[in-house]
């Protein structure tokens, strides 16, 4: 009775303090405090702390006229699962989602809604799976990406997609663009490994990511442990993968009652938008093709040096698919993308300025285990000279480099001439390229 008789703003922050739960009991104890309990401004709230809705939508996006209706109606939804991880997936999705809308929406257009319970049933009893909890909450939000025509699935030998929810690289013509597979296609592509690289049908593992390459990259989970891994170049002749995120977070996955779940897709897709978020990782134009590239863009992934006004930034991914963890030499592959550019104010050298700089020769060290293994001299870059201008865009290019060891990296110098090789106006001098580190990450991409 003395709660009934507090102020209608003063009830208001009680109530919204009280969390969702208990404001549905007090809502029983009298009229006044059901009717204080119904308002949808608490209700917005609520949504707003616990789903990040701005709007009162239902889980497929749909609006709705209440957020109490919409808050209802996702834990309706969601009931067989424990909140709190359907909240962390929910801000999982939505961090990507975000990130998408403002960098890369033609991507963000190929999500599919989300799967019904129906549809995951379906697939488990086909796959003979019963998958980990957060995946079965991931694909509830979003059944992967629509695969059409225009971005052809892995074994058509058609070329490679721009809109993988993944992203990828390219260098020396092996280009890979990573997407989440819908379950239709997770099916279809689980049924083609067990058939054709000798898993067997009780192996637990499906294929769940993969790449619209000549050369598949294919990411698979194991449902029994909970982990991802993607497959290396044995994998057609040995079955050979190597595990995605690191063992200790992964926890079991199938009990409906703990809300600690975690298992390697979620974080997996947690990282990834982490990377997103920050700008480790962004878009990036070739013509008018646009993808997701996964060469690090920030320190201290991306290293860089400025000598007489030319940048020259760096960094490396490691290249999985390409790997063969079990030979004695070039075990791991790694492929650098160098960019170079002239800074606006243009290039200084003894005194002279110079609004041009045309490289002529490189010169890289290739270390690994604190010894050099390779030197490399030649004329130009991936047969180019490029010419900076200053304030022109960076030139861009992307080679690669085998290592035995999985730590290394790659370091050196550019010879550039000042105006042009045809018409030099200076003396040839020397650009830094400072060390790019090889290292196996800790989340394979």
């Not at 009717?35 to 889980?59: H, I, M, R, T, Y």
């Not at 209440?66 to 808050?71: Q, T």
């Not at 050979?240 to 996955?253: A, H, S, T």
């Not at 006004?309 to 079990?326: D, H």
């Amino acid at each position: 009775m003395e709660l009934e008789a507090v102020g209608d703003l003063a009830l208001h922050i009680i109530l919204s303090k009280l969390g969702p739960e208990n404001v549905g009991r007090v809502a029983c104890v009298s009229k006044k405090l059901q009717l204080s309990a119904s308002e949808d401004p608490l209700w917005s709230k609520f949504c707003s702390d616990e789903l990040g809705l701005s709007s009162p939508l239902d889980p497929l996006g749909d609006p709705i006229l209440s957020f109490k209706e919409a808050y209802k109606r996702w834990r309706e939804a969601f009931r067989k699962y424990p909140w709190p991880l359907v909240k962390r997936v929910k801000r999982c999705w939505d961090k990507i989602e975000d990130w998408l809308s403002t960098n890369f929406p033609e991507a963000k257009a190929t999500l599919r809604r989300g799967a019904s319970e129906a549809d995951l049933h379906e697939a488990e009893e086909v796959l003979k799976v019963q998958l980990p909890l957060p995946t079965r909450i991931l694909y509830r939000f979003h059944d992967g990406q629509e695969i059409t025509d225009d971005e052809p699935t892995a074994r058509t030998g058609s070329p490679a997609g721009s809109l993988g929810l993944i992203g990828g690289y390219a260098f020396d013509g092996h280009r890979v663009n990573v997407y989440l597979l819908p379950l239709s296609q997770v099916v279809l592509e689980t049924s083609h490994i067990v058939r054709h690289l000798g898993f067997v049908a009780t192996s637990q593992i499906i294929v769940v990511a993969s790449s619209c390459s000549i050369r598949e990259k294919l990411f698979f989970l194991n449902c029994r442990n909970g982990q991802l891994y993607v497959g290396t170049r044995n994998l057609p002749t040995e079955g050979e993968m190597m595990p995605c995120v690191p063992n200790g977070p992964l926890k079991p996955v199938c009990d409906l009652n703990d809300d600690q779940k975690q298992d390697g897709m979620l974080l997996w897709l947690e990282e990834h938008g982490r990377r997103l978020q920050s700008g480790i990782i962004k878009v990036r134009e070739e013509g008018k093709l646009r993808s997701i590239s996964q060469y690090p863009e920030e320190p201290p992934l991306c290293t860089s040096a400025t000598t007489n006004g030319i940048m020259v930034r760096g960094s490396a991914v490691f290249v999985p698919e390409l790997t063969t963890p079990q030979k004695d030499e070039e075990k791991y592959l790694f492929s650098y993308s160098i960019r170079m550019s002239l800074l606006p104010e243009g290039c200084f050298l003894n005194g002279n300025h110079f609004t041009s700089c045309q490289l002529q020769w490189r010169h890289w060290i290739i270390p690994a285990n604190d010894a050099v293994v390779d030197g490399v001299d030649g004329e130009g870059v991936i047969g180019e000279f490029p010419l900076p201008r200053a304030g022109d865009k960076e030139f861009v290019y992307e080679s690669c480099s085998y290592q035995s060891s999985s730590r290394g990296s790659i370091e050196g110098s550019f010879t550039f001439i000042p105006g042009r090789l045809t018409e030099p106006k200076g003396r040839p001098f020397r650009v830094k390229v400072a060390r790019i580190p090889f290292e196996l990450p800790e989340y394979i991409f």
